[in-house]
């Protein structure tokens, strides 16, 4: 080993390697059609890597199905929002929501790997379902609840929340249909920035909506 290598470093970039070449391929042929060895060999890395970084071919896969999203998911706790004004609380919610699209193709690969996953699950969509987006989900509804004034959530605010979310989990499944008609919209970080702070504007909107729709007592 050279005097200038890191053995920390490589490690990091081995592993790194790994997880590239794995969500490559089981975006493009699934699980079990993609072979470890593949994997291993698009990587340019000993096969038996794989059971040191990750025990298996399930623990890898499970590193490609998540670790491309980013280390710091979507704040999942009440408490990262307390103090901030809805105006800020919906900026920061969104800012964090939409940060991974800023890796650009790697993003493209994990919705791939995301819809793959649906067709032919193996668990771990079930697994992100209930360890991040149901606590996002929850966080975003007492939220609502706390800025609406309600006793309780009820079905309206789960409708709100749904409809919330889903301006922003467009841009991560429709990553095709924005990249033909608006391209603008997502090339660059700052582009990024600009829509979760429009995000959390028009959400703002749709919050005051339907404070207004109960205040005229609309069912």
């Given at each position: 080993m050279g005097t200038n290598e890191n053995p920390d470093t490589e490690t990091h970039d081995a592993r790194s390697r790994l997880v590239m070449s794995a969500l490559r391929l089981f975006a493009e042929k699934g699980y079990k059609a993609a072979s470890t060895r593949e994997i291993c060999e698009a990587a340019e890395i000993n096969i038996s890597s794989i059971r040191y970084y990750f025990g298996d071919k399930a623990g890898l896969y499970r590193a490609a199905f998540t670790e491309p999203m980013g280390e710091t998911p979507c704040h999942s706790e009440l408490q990262a929002y307390v103090g901030l004004s809805l105006d800020e609380a919906l900026g920061k919610f969104f800012t964090e929501?939409?940060?991974?699209?800023?890796?650009?193709?790697?993003?493209?690969?994990?919705?791939?790997?995301?819809?793959?996953?649906?067709?032919?699950?193996?668990?771990?969509?079930?697994?992100?379902?209930?360890?991040?987006?149901?606590?996002?989900?929850?966080?975003?509804?007492?939220?609502?609840?706390?800025?609406?004034?309600?006793?309780?959530?009820?079905?309206?605010?789960?409708?709100?929340?749904?409809?919330?979310?889903?301006?922003?989990?467009?841009?991560?499944?429709?990553?095709?249909?924005?990249?033909?008609?608006?391209?603008?919209?997502?090339?660059?970080?700052?582009?990024?920035?600009?829509?979760?702070?429009?995000?959390?504007?028009?959400?703002?909107?749709?919050?005051?909506?339907?404070?207004?729709?109960?205040?005229?007592?609309?069912?």
């Amino acid at each position: 080993m050279g005097t200038n290598e890191n053995p920390d470093t490589e490690t990091h970039d081995a592993r790194s390697r790994l997880v590239m070449s794995a969500l490559r391929l089981f975006a493009e042929k699934g699980y079990k059609a993609a072979s470890t060895r593949e994997i291993c060999e698009a990587a340019e890395i000993n096969i038996s890597s794989i059971r040191y970084y990750f025990g298996d071919k399930a623990g890898l896969y499970r590193a490609a199905f998540t670790e491309p999203m980013g280390e710091t998911p979507c704040h999942s706790e009440l408490q990262a929002y307390v103090g901030l004004s809805l105006d800020e609380a919906l900026g920061k919610f969104f800012t964090e929501f939409l940060e991974p699209l800023k890796k650009g193709e790697e993003i493209w690969l994990v919705m791939k790997l995301h819809f793959r996953e649906m067709i032919e699950p193996t668990g771990a969509w079930q697994q992100v379902i209930d360890t991040e987006i149901k606590p996002q989900h929850e966080v975003l509804v007492s939220l609502l609840k706390k800025h609406l004034g309600l006793q309780r959530i009820d079905t309206d605010v789960q409708r709100l929340a749904f409809a919330i979310v889903g301006m922003a989990v467009h841009f991560y499944v429709g990553q095709d249909v924005v990249s033909a008609i608006a391209p603008q919209l997502l090339t660059t970080a700052n582009a990024i920035d600009v829509l979760a702070e429009r995000l959390a504007g028009y959400a703002v909107s749709m919050i005051e909506g339907e404070a207004r729709r109960r205040a005229q007592g609309a069912i």
